[in-house]
């Protein structure tokens, strides 16, 4: 077993035999800046709805949680289970906020199964015309509702790897498990790479700019010389575009 899982196994398990909180706090410092780093990675989510230190501090109770409930038979990185929990701690933490309204919600679930019914149809990519007409909305009130469906679709892009982010189960072998995920991670990051390919050049840029760079879509919009709300729009189909593709990938 490495040694950092070792180290980080050997803290755990005595604070677990003896319930010293002082320990407790001790690991939680040890992982704080993991903590950060996860949360800021993310801010591009929460950023217009909530501040970075509560999230933080949600993260903090997550990762204490962690804590309690890491299993060390399984002979996996504290650091990979907590990642996990911590982020989906944020993702719960946002869903809590239900900052989204429904009829947006409903819209981004409807763009998304029109999207997919004329792409089978037409066997090419619908326009936004032909959308916004199967959907029997003006051109006008089409492209509001893209602009703000822009944190709807990026809050179920987030949801759609995470679920999917092969969280820690009984396995067999649980040695084999670190080798296996990381190869179910290489193989879904080549499936995403290969979606990403395929996105016209706006959308490649959008995404690059907003998932890689952390640019705001204001910022976003200077850059490409557009208007925000163009951005959003351009980033709802793109995340439209990927999540099909990942379902198709994840579905087999």
């Not at 970075?52 to 990979?80: G, P, Q, W």
Request: glycine share 2%; hydrophobic share 40%; net charge negative.
């Amino acid at each position: 077993m490495p040694t950092e899982i070792v180290e980080a196994n050997e803290l755990i398990l005595t604070y677990k035999e003896t319930g010293d909180i002082a320990l407790r706090n001790q690991i939680v410092l040890q992982y704080g800046s993991m903590v950060k780093y996860i949360a800021v990675s993310m801010r591009n989510l929460y950023s217009k709805y909530a501040d970075v230190e509560d999230v933080i501090n949600e993260c903090i109770i997550s990762l204490i949680s962690a804590i309690d409930s890491f299993d060390m038979n399984k002979n996996v990185k504290f650091e990979t289970y907590a990642s996990i929990r911590i982020k989906g701690a944020i993702i719960d933490f946002i869903r809590k906020q239900d900052f989204i309204p429904r009829s947006v919600r409903a819209f981004s679930k409807e763009f998304e199964k029109t999207y997919t019914i004329l792409y089978a149809e037409l066997f090419r990519e619908p326009t936004s015309d032909e959308i916004a007409e199967r959907m029997n909305l003006t051109g006008e009130k089409f492209r509001k509702l893209m602009g703000e469906s822009a944190s709807a679709a990026t809050l179920s892009f987030e949801e759609l790897l995470y679920e999917n982010n092969f969280e820690i189960s009984e396995v067999s072998d649980p040695n084999a498990w670190e080798a296996e995920k990381g190869l179910v991670h290489n193989e879904l990051a080549s499936n995403l790479a290969q979606a990403i390919d395929t996105l016209k050049e706006k959308e490649k840029n959008v995404i690059s700019l907003y998932y890689y760079e952390k640019l705001k879509f204001s910022d976003i919009a200077k850059v490409l010389q557009v208007t925000e709300s163009r951005v959003c729009q351009i980033h709802a189909k793109a995340i439209v575009k990927l999540r099909i593709a990942l379902k198709e990938y994840l579905s087999q």
